[in-house]
């Protein structure tokens, strides 16, 4: 079975450009997170999809981040426009059931230039 | 909001060395989870402690949910090359699926 899968892995665009970066959760898995870990920093949540509803989005940094998941399957995270503090590596992570832990994907690294 | 603490920031043993690694934190948490990252890749879980006091082996790793609900340790014992990676400890105060709290991770280097 496929794991969390992230595209692209690595990214690199001028401040002031726009990037979507993607998720892709284990088949049957209802909750997808995003995280990010700003170099040297603490792995940071931004937000929780169950399905395709925000549960939570309290870690979002502003509005110029957005996060869908139509369908409830796949998820993305817009950047727009990016600034060069959004730079760092973005994970996402999924899980199935209450009260199982989520498993990570590979990380998509974001540098603004 | 809520922190968790880990230091120091890397650590350079041995092989074959045991090695201890504490998170601490002011709040209290009601799951604990370590973490191991390697190059390349995303956290992978090496133990969850879901209970103050628990004590859970996972092969050559220990980890021990602390009684005051603040802090947990991880050991590795009997070190080998393989465990080199970026160690995270993490915290959950609220209900299961809901988000994790990370400290900055430990780096371990295990010389041969």
């Not at chain 1, 665009?13 to 995280?35: A, F, M």
């Not at chain 1, 503090?85 to 973005?90: I, L, M, N, R």
């Not at chain 2, 990252?37 to 402690?49: K, R, S």
């Not at chain 2, 080998?80 to 160690?87: A, E, R």
Request: net charge neutral.
């Amino acid at each position: 079975e496929a794991g969390v899968t992230q595209f692209p892995s690595h990214s690199v665009i001028e401040k002031g450009q726009t990037v979507t970066l993607r998720c892709d959760p284990i088949s049957g898995h209802d909750n997808l997170y995003w995280y990010r870990r700003v170099m040297g920093k603490e792995i940071k949540f931004l937000l929780h999809f169950v399905k395709e509803s925000k549960q939570d989005e309290s870690g979002m940094p502003n509005n110029r981040f957005l996060a869908e998941r139509t369908g409830g399957t796949y998820s993305t995270l817009k950047v727009q426009p990016a600034e060069l503090e959004d730079s760092g590596v973005y994970f996402c992570a999924s899980s199935q059931v209450w009260g199982t832990e989520a498993f990570f994907g590979q990380g998509t690294r974001l540098t603004v230039v | 909001g809520q922190q968790l603490n880990q230091s120091p920031q890397s650590m350079f043993i041995q092989e074959g060395e045991d090695v201890s690694m504490n998170c601490t934190s002011s709040s209290i948490f009601n799951t604990w989870l370590w973490y191991k990252q390697e190059p390349g890749e995303g956290p992978v879980l090496l133990i969850a402690l879901y209970k103050a006091g628990e004590l859970t082996s996972n092969g050559r790793l220990t980890a021990q949910f602390g009684i005051t609900r603040k802090d947990s340790f991880l050991n590795i014992s009997a070190s080998i090359p393989s465990d080199v990676g970026i160690y995270f400890c993490a915290g959950r105060y609220t209900g299961a699926n809901s988000k994790l709290t990370f400290g900055k991770g430990i780096t371990l280097s295990v010389r041969p």
